[in-house]
């Protein structure tokens, strides 16, 4: 079996040369401080994205993925700290002064958030909020480029549309207008979290190819968080699974879809109704979500791991390399727990 100990510790590679991807998370720790105590929220978490690239972050409610998200454009609550690094192009993101802070922010990366409509200000326009980046420009320039920007997201009748307030728009144009004042700025990275979760199914799939669309033509590298393993995997080129504040499996999409190693990505996928598969019965994640201060002190999905085992519970796994992907859990690779989870409904 190709197994070996992965040396994914991204701190120990120098960010020099070709090397150096776009982002890269390593051991990142956030606590946050309630009722006189911190409290782990994420704990050693590592990734990295290269340019163009789109990342997964998936993961049940409360495991920490817009944590980590918004981590890297630095906007934590401000009872939280943070461990660990987070580099952009080699560049220091916790080092970073105010003003590289908003350069930072505005221009090399974008945020896209599940409810467009607390991204805006409703008493601006469309048009004054796409704009926003570019007031240095002629007025008939910022026109231009706006009204192609939304022509570009597949919006009719654009010139109208700058006149008009957000709350003249449906969730799913807004979403549209957030998507366009993204790529305007010209940013490497795009952050969206839960983009479309505040959809309409049929809306949702439509604005998701939009944003799949962007990101290729423009060449956007992407973290995509999202609780829907399906969604993530059909527009991502590597997916992270998260539970209980640290990814507990990472590798190709094609990979972890095909060839999941963790018993919690396994479960994962065996819950969600699929197309390709008519099983009558769904497999259900014993328990519920845990957050990462709500776990003991050996793997964090011991308590709900119907294959845990004494170890399981008193120490913490590190990453391992199992084919294509990497696994945090002292019993991956033992064929049981694919064929104990088949048999309760995974396709
Ligand atoms: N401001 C805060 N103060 C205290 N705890 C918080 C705060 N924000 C989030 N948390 C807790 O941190 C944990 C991770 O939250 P996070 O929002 O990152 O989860 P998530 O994976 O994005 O979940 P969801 O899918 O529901 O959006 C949760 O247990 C949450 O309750
Ligand atoms: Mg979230």
Redesign the pocket.
Same mark, same amino acid.
């Given at each position: 079996m190709n197994e070996q100990t992965a040396k994914e510790s991204p701190a120990d590679r120098p960010a020099t040369g070709e090397n150096v991807p776009l982002l890269r998370i390593s051991d990142l720790a956030?606590d946050?401080r309630?009722a006189g105590h911190w409290?782990p929220?994420?704990t050693s978490v590592s990734l990295d994205l290269a340019p163009g690239q789109a990342v997964g972050l998936v %993961?049940?409610?409360?495991? %920490?993925?817009?944590?980590?998200?918004?981590s890297v454009m630095r906007l934590?609550?401000e009872?939280?700290r943070v461990g660990g690094s987070i580099t952009f192009r080699g560049e220091d993101v916790m080092g970073m002064s105010r003003a590289r802070l908003r350069s930072f922010r505005a221009r090399d990366i974008a945020m896209i958030h599940?409810d467009p409509r607390s991204a805006v200000n409703p008493v601006r326009t469309i048009g004054d909020f796409l704009t926003e980046g570019v007031r240095h420009l002629p007025r008939d320039r910022r026109t231009e480029l706006a009204v192609s920007a939304l022509e570009d997201v597949g919006m009719a009748d654009a010139r109208r549309r700058l006149a008009q307030y957000p709350h003249q728009l449906s969730g799913g144009l807004l979403q549209r207008v957030m998507i366009a004042a993204a790529v305007m700025t010209g940013p490497k990275l795009i952050l969206a979290?839960?983009p479309t979760t505040a959809l309409d199914v049929t809306t949702q799939s439509e604005v998701m190819a939009v944003l799949d669309d962007a990101r290729r033509e423009h060449g956007l590298a992407m973290l995509f968080?999202?609780?829907d393993l399906d969604l993530a995997a059909a527009v991502t080129d590597r997916l992270a699974v998260?539970y209980a504040?640290t990814i507990v499996e990472t590798g190709p999409t094609s990979a972890v879809r095909e060839k999941p190693e963790h018993p919690y990505t396994m479960g994962l996928m065996a819950s969600q109704p699929s197309a390709r598969s008519r099983k009558a019965r769904l497999y259900s994640i014993p328990g519920r979500p845990a957050?990462?201060?709500?776990t003991g002190a050996g793997c964090a999905f011991a308590q709900r791991c119907e294959f845990a085992l004494d170890r399981c519970r008193a120490e913490v796994p590190e990453p391992r390399q199992l084919g294509e992907t990497t696994v945090r859990c002292h019993r991956a690779g033992d064929p049981d727990i694919r064929r104990t989870i088949a048999l309760q409904g995974v396709s």
């Open positions: 956030i946050i309630t409290r929220l994420v %993961g049940e409610s409360g495991s %920490g993925k817009s944590m980590t998200s918004r934590l609550p009872n939280a599940q979290d839960e968080v999202t609780h998260m504040g957050a990462a201060y709500e």
